[in-house]
């Protein structure tokens, strides 16, 4: 099994930037494609952004593209998220996670295609 741990939230005003970190280990994560979730005080967990296995196809929700970006760096089992022109509306927890498959899904924006996730790491932005 493999575990993800999230880095690098916190407080950041709007308009502002954070770059999150999902460091995995147990297992390699090279060969699976990852993703970024979040969830809001009483809303679902929501697609963000994913990433193929060898970093070559990204996908985003149109809430973030252009200003969101996802990478991986497979040797170091690492994937990452680097949001800027942060908005309120940006607030939540964020989770990485790992899908369940090796193959292509066109539900790759839906939380039951990802097995494994890590514990989140709260983004706040302040208005």
């Known amino acids: 099994q493999v575990q993800l741990v999230e880095s690098g939230g916190g407080l950041v005003q709007a308009g502002g930037s954070l770059r999150l970190s999902c460091a995995a280990s147990g297992r390699t994560i090279g060969t699976y494609r990852m993703a970024w979730f979040r969830q809001a005080p009483g809303k679902e967990r929501e697609f963000v952004a994913a990433i193929n296995r060898n970093g070559g196809v990204t996908y985003y929700a149109d809430s973030v593209k252009g200003r969101f970006t996802i990478s991986r760096d497979n040797a170091k089992n690492t994937v990452s998220l680097q949001m800027n022109s942060l908005k309120p509306e940006d607030t939540a927890v964020y989770f990485c996670?790992?899908?369940?498959?090796?193959?292509?899904?066109?539900?790759?924006?839906?939380?039951?295609?990802?097995?494994?996730w890590g514990q989140g790491t709260q983004v706040t932005v302040s208005s």
């Open positions: 996670a790992k899908s369940r498959s090796i193959y292509y899904s066109s539900g790759y924006y839906l939380p039951v295609e990802y097995d494994s």
